[in-house]
Each structure stands twice: as C-alpha cells, then as structure tokens.
C-alpha cells in the first residue's frame, strides 16, 4: 500500500507539472500579453505606458530563452516567462489581478469560505440523498415505483442546470418567497437562509443522474453470487441491501465521486454567480467578464490541482475500503 | 419406512418467454429420507440447480412455481409458509452451498463474520459465544488454524479453503437437509475427493440429509446414497446408488453410463447418446426422451410415462419399462 | 456562417450514408437499428425532426430579400429556414404575447396579429423563428465537434492501446493532463485564450471532450489487443494497420456511437453555460435564455422567450438521452436489466 501510495503521489505531481506547462502554452505562448496590456490599460494609451503595464505585471520577459544572458549563465533559462511561471505557481505565489491590480491571494482567501460554504453541504446533500433514493429504488427494483423514478431520472437529466437556477430563483425566490434570491453574509446563523437555496437548487439538477447511476451499481451488486449466498443463509432482503450490497457498492460509488469533483467547481461557477455568492466561482465570473487572464490562469491552476488531490484522495479511500486492495 | 424429510410433488417451474410462460421443469417428483444423500444428476440445462434454488424459494425474479407444486419439508408445504417463516428455514432448517466459491463470498468482509452471520440471523448469542461458536464450525469443516482464518478475507483463501467455509455457513444451525449444487465442479481434483468426503463425514455425523446436484458420475459414485437422473425437466429413474450405476433401466440412464469413457474399452469407439438435448417450450409431446432413444415405440410419442416401480428403492418413468415390468 | 454550416451539411450527408450503408449490409447493425426503432420510435422521429430543421437552416443563398434593403443587407445569404419565416416582413416593434393581437407594452396593434405562435422577443423577433435558428447551432455544437474529434480521439487511443509502452506512457499522461484540469475551467481558458469565434469555441469543446473518448478507445484497444484472434492474426502475418482496421475498429465502433450520443448533451449543456458566461455561440439557445433570463422578474412577466429556447433545449436534450440509453441497452450487454 505504501508503494501505492507513494507511486500515485508522484504521479500526480507530474501531472501537475504537465498541466502548468499547459497552462503556459494557454496563456503565454497563444496569448499575446500585448492584447492583455491593450485590454487592461484601453485601447488608445502611448507604447511607453503599455511596456510599463507589461513589466509590472510579468509580462516582459521572453518566453523560454532569454538571449540577453550569454550562454552558461543560468539566467539564460532562468529569467524567461517558463521559469518564472513555474516558480510562482509552484510556490503559489499568484501576483496580482490583471484586471484590478488586486492581490490574487487575498481574493483567494476572502473568496474560499464563500465556495466551501455552498460545495460541502451541496457534495454531502447530494450524495446523501442520491444513495438513499437509489437503496431505495434499487429495493423495488422492476416493479412500478422503479420505473416511475427512472422516468424521473431520465426527464431531470435532459434539464439544463441555467434553467434550474432561472425557474428555483423565479419559482421559490420570487413566487414563493421562501429564501431570498441572492445575497450572501458571513456570519454563519445567517449565511444559511442565503445558501438554502442555492443548495437546493444544485442538489436537484444533479440528482437525477446519480440516482440513476447508483440504482445501476446497486442493482449490478444484487445480482452476484455472494448475494444469493446470503439469501440463502436466511438474510432478509432488507439486511441484503444494507449489509451486503451498499458496503460491497461503496467501491464503485467512491471512483464515481472522482468524477462528480470538478462539478463541484464548475457547478459552484454558476451557483455562485447567480445566486450572488462572493467565492471563487464568482471571482471566475468576474474574470472572464474582465478579461483578467491572471486571475484565470489561477483559478484554472487551483481547480487542476484540487482535482488532482481529488483523484488521489479517492484512489486511497478506495484502496482503504476494499479489502482486496488494501492486504496485497 | 417413516415419512420422507423432503418430498417435491409436481414441481413446475415456469419462465417468461417470447410466446408466453414456458415450463423448464415439469411434473418433477423427488424424495428425501431422514439422513440420506440423494444426487440430483443431470446434463447442464435439464434444471436441476432451478429445482433445489426453488426448494428454497430462491428461484430468480422472473421463474416462478405454478400453483400444482407442492414441496413438503418436515411435515410443511414450503410453498405455502410466510415469508418470515421461510426466512427461517433457509440456513436454519435447510442449507445451501454453490458452485463457484470464488464469486459466493462476500469479498469485503472476513470469513468469520460471515459465518457468524449464518448462525446470528437464526440464534441470537452473544458475541463472543457466536465467535467460539464460530471457530468450532471452522475447525468442524476442516480449516487449519480457525481461529487465525476467521479474520481472513475470502481472496485470501484457495478454493477448498472458500468451500469449506461455504459449509461452515450451511451447516452453522444443524440444518437437516443440505442441499449442494455442483460443489466440486470448480474444483481441482484432489480438492474435489477431500470435500466430498468432508460432505460424507458431515452428514454421518450429524445426520443432515445431502441433496447433491452434479453431472458427474464419478462423484455419485463417491457418496451417494440414493439416485435421481433428470432429463428435460423431470426425474426419469431414481434408485440407490448400486441399482442405478449396475442395472440402470431407463435408456437415458443405461445412455449415459454406457458413453462413460473406460480405459478397458481403449481401442473401440466412444459410445453417445444420438441429438441434442430439447430445449425448455420445444419439449415433444409424450416422453421427453423418445426423439433420442434407440427403443421407441408408439406410445412414447403421444404420452408421458408415469413412475413405474422396479422395487422398493428403484423406479422408473418409461413406456418400455412399464412394458416389461407388467408382462 | 457559410463555411461551416456548408461542412455540416456535408458531415451530416456523409455520416448519413455510411450510417445507412452500415444498417443496410450489416445484420447485426440491421437488428440494432430495428430494435432501438421499435423502443423509441417517438425519440427518433423527434430527432429526424430536429435534424431536417438544421439541414434546412444549412441550406442558403444570397438573394430574394425583402426590397427597400440596404446593401449589406442584401448581400446576405439567407436559408430555408429564414425564407420560410422571413424574418424582416415578420418582426414586431418589440415584445408580444403568444398569439396577441397587440403588442405587449403600448397596446398597439402588431403587424401580424394572432401568427406569433410564442410571441416576439425585446426585438420584436418572432421566438418560434429563433428557436429553430438555435437548432442549426445545438447540431453543429453536438454533432459537428463530435466528428471532428472522434477521429482524432480513436487515433490516438487507439494507437496508445494497440502500440502499448511509450507511446501509451505519452498518451496517456496528455490524458491525464487535460483531464485534471475540470472541464469547464479548460472549457473557460480556451475560449478566452482563442476567441469567441464558432470554430473556435467548436475548438475548444473538442478539446475538453476529446480525454472521454480517447479513454474509452484506449481502454478497449487494450482488452481486445488481448483477445485471441489478434494473436491469430498476427502470427498469420498481417500488419497492424490491417489488424486495427479490420478487428479493432468494428469492435469498439459500438462503444463509440454510445459515447457520442451520450456526450452530445454534455456539450449542448456546456455551451448554454458559456453563453451565460457571455462566450457562447450566436443565435444558440443558451443565448437566448441569457437574454430571456432577466424577463422573469417583470411585472406583468414574459416568459415566452424562455419557454421557447428551453423547451426545444428540452425537447433535444430528452430525445438523444432516450435514444442514447436505449442504444446502450440494445448494444452493450453488460448493462442490461436483470430479469429479460
């Protein structure tokens, strides 16, 4: 296991690395700072204001090479974009907005109490509520209950996630009156009424598809053989399904987990935006809208690298959880 | 003779099909005594793992019973007892193990839990009285070192190991009646004569009465006591062991022990039974055999032969033995 | 808009006719064909539908516009679609309700009373004529970056799969690269970095879809490299190229097609967010309830502008979802319900 571990580790922050060097080729190498400079400063400012923008900002130096050392100095290599990319990413040391000249960083940290306020309770809800309605469909596999709810399944699948937000915001926000349609405060006894709805709404655009799914696992796993085992030691279908299948169908739920993770950064993008939650979603919005490529290319960096710990995170729990890997 | 411990009457199993329900068991007929080791044999696909999954009403969702059956166990028509009731009886009454050891283990949890639970669901004990209980099982089923093995995951046990730990589990509240499909057919050789006599000694020394599903006559041979050959979804001859595998009057069952490869026969031609088995819903009418059997007369084609008595142990379901029988 | 949807066109003519010449000599694509008409017949026709809308807004030329029309105007290659509604005779002031007679604020009588089947938008557009615009858009998204990047995907997992060691490692880890970063970010970055043109954000869609099918290619070449009658066709000499075409691809063309209808929603989906995001594609649905979104909260409300594009979004989205799931039943064994 420890081996494993170590392995997975390692290659994660390959991966890491893989992905900075994509997100140079993005941002640097197919994006031209001058553009960058034009947008941020305006259109009709002198050359001498743009190459001043330009070096306050990092943008200045060559992209991989920089020919002004001679060669053997390692400032040659070491005074480029690439480097110094590298360097700043891998310390998290993020600079400033290119759209504000804020400090990326304490955006960061005003912005992630926001996003985990909506993310933890909406992953925990959903999954939750999504296995316990999949045990439960699962129990009544074929007969009418279960095709009603695949149905179901099926219709709130084909639903855009905007047309969710649009129709909780206008039905409950507006109509009903039940929860405020946006806004967001910080002391936690009042962030609640702001985050309910949000976190309704989040949890039903995505339950269809993961009752679906975990139906199908649990449904898969009730069919094997040490399930009949079981029946035929005289296990009630009830224990069947708690004690046999879900601890059996935990294994492939947990890699499916992996998956759902990046949905809870873009998904928390909308969320966010519309529900006018101040986290990293909307500081995303906002730099799309404001053209801030540095405050993208860190939001991009931190999504991969919270994806990746994911991943790993998950392949531990699954190793952990199922006996067969974890005592090889 | 006091009363049989199982008695199948009638079995008829249905399953949906493109034209309607058809039958893949018909008018089986099936006793058990007190103690004894009946083999159910039969080629694959002729129902015998569906009968002894309907005994203990396990057939899969879309089988079902027709209402003619009757299964009568220890004085109860099984068919006819609530579902708690049946609860019950399954692993506490009767005890069942299966083919494949490596896919009927819960894999993520320890061998002894799981036995534990087959004696938990029928007994409520205390933990660590089910525990002993447990190892004795264990050690009962010939696993060295039980109380080590009782934290052992099933993938870390060989395949004797894993179907002995299936016994354990069947046999954890004395069941009178166990019934075992095709125990040994995922087995290597040597492991296969080490369960089987695991099976004789368990059932010599408690009592259990043994319903042993297989094809093969070899182990028929090694432990039973009674016989049943199946084709096409009923019973065609039952008897003991010596009648049947010395003096088999059914020519399916005269077929089938004839085309048995011996060595002395090294030289001539391997004996078969000419056509292929019918499938369920393309049964003939009449006897289910008289396409393929080489003494076939009239009445074999229009209708189906009842159970004629040879003794008091042997019977047979043919025309022609009727035949001879009665002249 | 001309080369593209003149591509389209195309791609859907070629890929109707290999469909149809697959369906036709193959047996085991007959029956599949017969089986999904059978499960869901209602979802096809829908589809075939939708499709005829998009060929239609596919097809145009220059001319015949309206008279009194400035240049620019005229020299505009105008559709089937946009000659059947004629956009510039149709349109209102500004906003009507479905099948009004007057205009929505004002009261003023429209130019064609009552023909509105859902009302005009804030331009006085008519919303059944922009929600058959947004089909051709919804195709192009689902449809048109799909073929471009199956291709691409199937070379490079197949070959990975096939070819094994080194050329797996690089596959592989470009995989795992652009699958670490969550695809709506990518999604985000790309389209800022290249600009909001169709082709591009096409571009960019491929791009983010590209792993899943790579994956799955990569993932069945593996198994079936395997399988034994490869090993036969290797010992008997054939090269690999012939191997890959002759058992390889027929062998995963299954899994891809399952794939395909299942991602078409995903990037249907994922562009309705870029246009929230204000990069979409024009004229696309996702524009549209953009637009539409603020409407709500009028007083008296609008919502015939949203209703349009959400439901033909709806509509779209159900039917391929239907027809995708009961290919998956049909073809991929391993997934079908217990108790047939």
């Given at each position: 296991?420890?081996?494993?571990l170590?392995?997975?580790?390692?290659?994660?922050?390959?991966?890491?690395?893989?992905?900075?060097?994509?997100?140079?080729?993005l941002?640097?190498?197919?994006?031209?700072?001058?553009?960058?400079?034009?947008?941020?400063?305006?259109?009709?400012?002198?050359?001498?204001?743009?190459?001043?923008?330009?070096?306050?900002?990092?943008?200045?130096?060559?992209?991989?090479?920089?020919?002004?050392?001679?060669?053997?100095?390692?400032?040659?290599y070491?005074?480029?974009?690439?480097?110094?990319?590298?360097?700043?990413?891998?310390?998290?040391?993020?600079?400033?907005?290119?759209?504000?000249?804020?400090?990326?960083?304490?955006?960061?940290?005003?912005?992630?109490?926001?996003?985990?306020?909506?993310?933890?309770?909406?992953?925990?809800?959903?999954?939750?509520?999504?296995?316990?309605?999949?045990?439960?469909?699962?129990?009544?596999?074929?007969?009418?209950?279960?095709?009603?709810?695949?149905?179901?399944?099926?219709?709130?699948m084909s639903?855009?996630?905007?047309?969710?937000?649009?129709?909780?915001?206008y039905?409950?926000?507006?109509?009903?009156?039940?929860?405020?349609?946006?806004?967001?405060?910080?002391?936690?006894?009042?962030?609640?009424?702001?985050?309910?709805?949000?976190?309704?709404v989040?949890?039903?655009?995505?339950?269809?598809?993961?009752?679906?799914?975990?139906?199908?696992?649990?449904?898969?796993?009730?069919?094997?053989?040490?399930?009949?085992?079981?029946r035929?030691?005289?296990?009630?279908?009830?224990?069947?399904?708690?004690?046999?299948?879900?601890?059996?169908?935990?294994?492939?739920?947990?890699?499916?987990?992996?998956?759902?993770?990046?949905?809870?950064f873009?998904?928390?993008?909308?969320?966010?935006?519309?529900?006018?939650?101040?986290?990293?979603?909307?500081?995303?919005?906002?730099?799309?809208?404001?053209?801030?490529?540095?405050?993208?290319?860190?939001?991009?960096?931190?999504?991969?690298?919270?994806?990746?710990?994911?991943?790993?995170?998950?392949?531990?729990?699954?190793?952990?959880?199922d006996?067969?890997?974890?005592?090889? | 003779?006091?009363?049989?411990?199982?008695?199948?009457?009638?079995?008829?199993?249905t399953?949906p099909?493109?034209?309607?329900?058809?039958?893949v068991?018909?008018?089986?007929?099936?006793?058990?005594?007190r103690?004894?080791?009946?083999?159910?044999?039969?080629?694959?696909?002729?129902?015998?793992?569906?009968?002894a999954?309907?005994?203990?009403?396990?057939?899969?969702?879309?089988?079902?019973?027709?209402?003619?059956?009757?299964?009568e166990?220890?004085?109860?028509?099984?068919?006819?007892?609530?579902?708690?009731?049946?609860?019950?009886?399954?692993?506490?009454?009767?005890?069942?193990?299966?083919?494949?050891?490596?896919?009927?283990?819960?894999?993520?949890?320890?061998?002894?839990?799981?036995?534990?639970?087959?004696?938990?669901?029928?007994?409520?004990?205390?933990?660590?009285?089910?525990?002993?209980?447990?190892?004795?099982?264990?050690?009962?089923?010939?696993?060295?070192?039980?109380?080590?093995?009782?934290?052992?995951?099933?993938?870390?046990?060989?395949?004797g190991?894993?179907?002995?730990?299936?016994?354990?589990m069947?046999?954890?509240m004395?069941p009178r009646?166990?019934?075992?499909?095709?125990?040994?057919?995922?087995?290597?050789?040597?492991?296969?004569?080490?369960?089987?006599?695991?099976l004789?000694?368990?059932?010599?020394?408690?009592?259990?009465?043994?319903?042993?599903?297989?094809?093969?006559?070899g182990?028929?041979?090694?432990?039973?006591?009674?016989?049943?050959?199946?084709?096409?979804?009923?019973?065609?001859?039952?008897?003991?062991?010596?009648?049947?595998l010395?003096?088999?009057?059914?020519?399916?069952?005269?077929?089938?022990?004839?085309?048995?490869?011996?060595?002395?026969?090294?030289?001539?031609?391997?004996?078969?039974?000419?056509?292929?088995?019918?499938?369920?819903?393309?049964?003939?009418?009449?006897?289910?055999?008289?396409?393929?059997?080489?003494?076939?007369?009239d009445?074999?084609?229009?209708?189906?032969?009842?159970?004629?008595?040879?003794s008091?142990?042997?019977?047979?379901?043919c025309?022609?033995v009727?035949y001879?029988?009665h002249? | 808009?001309?080369?593209?949807?003149?591509?389209?066109?195309?791609?859907l003519?070629?890929?109707?006719?290999?469909?149809?010449?697959?369906?036709?000599?193959?047996?085991?694509?007959?029956?599949?064909?017969?089986?999904?008409?059978?499960?869901?017949?209602?979802?096809?026709?829908?589809?075939?539908?939708f499709?005829?809308?998009?060929?239609?807004?596919?097809?145009?030329?220059?001319?015949?516009?309206?008279?009194?029309?400035?240049?620019?105007?005229?020299?505009?290659?105008?559709?089937?679609?946009?000659r059947?509604?004629?956009?510039?005779?149709?349109?209102?002031?500004?906003?009507?309700?479905?099948?009004?007679?007057?205009?929505?604020?004002?009261?003023?009588?429209?130019?064609?009373?009552?023909?509105?089947?859902?009302?005009?938008?804030?331009?006085?557009?008519?919303?059944?004529?922009?929600?058959?615009?947004?089909?051709?858009?919804?195709?192009?998204?689902?449809?048109?970056?799909?073929?471009?990047?199956?291709?691409?995907?199937?070379l490079?997992g197949?070959?990975?799969?096939?070819?094994?060691?080194?050329?797996?490692?690089?596959?592989?880890?470009l995989m795992?690269?652009?699958?670490?970063?969550?695809s709506?970010?990518?999604?985000?970055?790309?389209?800022?970095?290249?600009g909001?043109?169709?082709?591009?954000?096409?571009?960019?869609?491929?791009?983010?879809?590209?792993?899943?099918?790579?994956?799955?290619?990569?993932?069945?070449?593996?198994?079936?490299?395997?399988?034994?009658?490869?090993d036969?066709?290797?010992?008997l000499g054939?090269?690999?190229?012939?191997?890959?075409?002759?058992?390889?691809?027929?062998?995963?063309?299954?899994?891809?097609?399952?794939?395909?209808?299942?991602?078409?929603?995903?990037?249907?989906?994922?562009?309705?967010?870029?246009?929230?995001?204000?990069?979409?594609?024009?004229?696309?649905?996702?524009?549209?309830i953009?637009?539409?979104?603020?409407?709500?909260s009028?007083?008296?409300?609008?919502?015939?502008?949203?209703?349009?594009?959400?439901?033909?979004?709806?509509?779209?989205?159900?039917?391929?979802?239907?027809?995708?799931?009961?290919?998956?039943?049909?073809?991929?064994p391993?997934?079908?319900?217990?108790?047939?």
């Open positions: 296991m420890g081996a494993y170590i392995r997975r580790v390692g290659y994660g922050l390959i991966t890491v690395l893989g992905v900075l060097f994509l997100l140079f080729v941002f640097f190498a197919v994006t031209d700072p001058d553009d960058i400079a034009r947008k941020a400063v305006g259109e009709r400012a002198r050359p001498e204001v743009y190459a001043l923008w330009k070096k306050n900002h990092g943008y200045d130096r060559p992209l991989l090479l920089n020919r002004a050392y001679a060669a053997g100095d390692s400032r040659r070491t005074d480029t974009l690439l480097f110094d990319h590298y360097r700043r990413m891998l310390t998290f040391d993020f600079g400033n907005s290119d759209a504000d000249d804020s400090l990326i960083a304490r955006r960061l940290k005003e912005g992630m109490g926001p996003s985990l306020s909506l993310t933890v309770p909406l992953f925990a809800f959903g999954l939750v509520l999504g296995v316990l309605l999949a045990l439960f469909v699962a129990f009544f596999r074929e007969t009418y209950i279960d095709r009603a709810v695949l149905v179901l399944c099926m219709l709130t639903i855009a996630g905007l047309l969710y937000i649009i129709s909780g915001q039905l409950i926000g507006m109509l009903l009156k039940w929860f405020p349609i946006s806004g967001f405060a910080f002391e936690p006894y009042l962030a609640g009424r702001f985050l309910a709805l949000p976190v309704l989040g949890v039903v655009s995505g339950i269809g598809a993961d009752v679906r799914l975990y139906r199908t696992i649990f449904v898969e796993e009730s069919n094997r053989d040490y399930v009949r085992t079981a035929a030691k005289g296990c009630g279908e009830v224990r069947v399904m708690l004690a046999h299948v879900l601890r059996n169908a935990l294994i492939p739920i947990l890699s499916n987990i992996v998956i759902t993770i990046p949905f809870l873009t998904g928390a993008l909308l969320l966010e935006s519309f529900f006018g939650i101040p986290g990293l979603g909307s500081l995303t919005v906002e730099a799309i809208q404001g053209n801030d490529f540095s405050t993208l290319r860190t939001m991009v960096y931190l999504g991969a690298l919270l994806f990746i710990a994911g991943q790993i995170l998950t392949d531990i729990s699954y190793a952990l959880a006996p067969r890997v974890r005592l090889t | 003779m006091s009363a049989p411990l199982l008695s199948v009457e009638n079995l008829v199993l399953f099909a493109e034209t309607g329900r058809i039958a068991v018909d008018k089986l007929n099936l006793t058990i005594a103690g004894e080791t009946l083999a159910l044999v039969g080629e694959s696909g002729c129902g015998k793992s569906l009968t999954l309907a005994i203990m009403r396990l057939l899969p969702k879309p089988g079902r019973v027709e209402a003619s059956s009757r299964i166990f220890d004085g109860r028509n099984l068919l006819e007892l609530s579902v708690p009731e049946m609860r019950a009886v399954r692993g506490g009454a009767i005890g069942m193990i299966f083919q494949e050891p490596m896919t009927s283990l819960n894999p993520v949890t320890t061998v002894g839990d799981q036995v534990l639970e087959a004696v938990w669901l029928h007994e409520k004990m205390s933990r660590s009285a089910a525990r002993e209980r447990v190892v004795e099982l264990l050690h009962m089923v010939g696993i060295p070192d039980p109380r080590a093995r009782f934290s052992a995951y099933p993938h870390q046990l060989s395949g190991l894993k179907q002995r730990v299936m016994i354990a069947a046999m954890a004395r009646l166990l019934i075992a499909d095709e125990p040994t057919t995922a087995l290597d050789a040597t492991i296969r004569a080490q369960i089987l006599a695991l004789r000694q368990l059932s010599f020394d408690t009592g259990t009465a043994v319903l042993l599903i297989t094809h093969d006559f182990v028929v041979n090694e432990i039973a006591d009674r016989v049943a050959v199946m084709y096409a979804g009923m019973i065609v001859e039952e008897g003991t062991r010596r009648e049947l010395s003096h088999p009057r059914h020519p399916y069952a005269q077929g089938l022990l004839k085309s048995i490869p011996r060595p002395e026969a090294r030289g001539n031609k391997l004996l078969e039974i000419k056509g292929v088995v019918p499938r369920p819903g393309r049964w003939p009418p009449g006897c289910r055999f008289a396409p393929r059997c080489p003494s076939a007369f009445r074999c084609q229009a209708e189906l032969p009842h159970r004629t008595t040879l008091s142990s042997q019977g047979a379901w025309h022609l009727e001879e029988v002249t | 808009m001309g080369f593209l949807s003149n591509t389209l066109v195309v791609l003519l070629v890929g109707g006719v290999w469909l149809a010449r697959l369906v036709a000599r193959d047996r085991y694509w007959r029956e599949n064909a017969t089986q999904l008409w059978r499960r869901r017949p209602l979802a096809l026709i829908t589809l075939a539908l499709l005829l809308i998009g060929v239609l807004d596919s097809v145009g030329w220059v001319g015949g516009g309206a008279s009194g029309e400035d240049d620019v105007a005229a020299l505009r290659s105008r559709t089937l679609i946009d059947l509604f004629q956009p510039e005779r149709f349109t209102e002031a500004s906003y009507s309700a479905p099948l009004a007679r007057l205009s929505f604020y004002g009261g003023q009588p429209l130019k064609h009373p009552g023909k509105h089947l859902l009302g005009t938008d804030i331009l006085g557009r008519d919303v059944v004529y922009r929600a058959c615009k947004g089909v051709r858009v919804a195709l192009l998204i689902g449809g048109f970056t799909s073929l471009i990047v199956i291709p691409i995907a199937l490079f197949v070959f990975a799969g096939y070819f094994g060691k080194r050329i797996d490692d690089a596959v592989f880890f795992t690269v652009l699958a670490s970063v969550p709506l970010l990518l999604l985000i970055a790309l389209v800022m970095v290249m909001r043109g169709t082709l591009q954000v096409c571009i960019a869609l491929g791009i983010t879809g590209w792993v899943h099918f790579c994956r799955i290619a990569r993932g069945e070449t593996l198994k079936l490299r395997e399988a034994e009658f490869v036969a066709a290797r010992a054939v090269s690999d190229l012939t191997i890959i075409r002759r058992h390889v691809l027929p062998n995963i063309a299954h899994l891809i097609i399952i794939t395909f209808a299942l991602s078409f929603t995903g990037l249907v989906l994922a562009e309705t967010i870029l246009s929230y995001l204000g990069i979409g594609l024009d004229g696309s649905w996702g524009q549209m953009d637009q539409a979104r603020n409407e709500l009028r007083t008296p409300i609008i919502w015939w502008n949203l209703a349009g594009a959400s439901v033909a979004l709806f509509v779209l989205i159900l039917a391929v979802n239907m027809i995708a799931d009961a290919l998956r039943d049909i073809i991929d391993r997934t079908r319900r217990e108790g047939r």
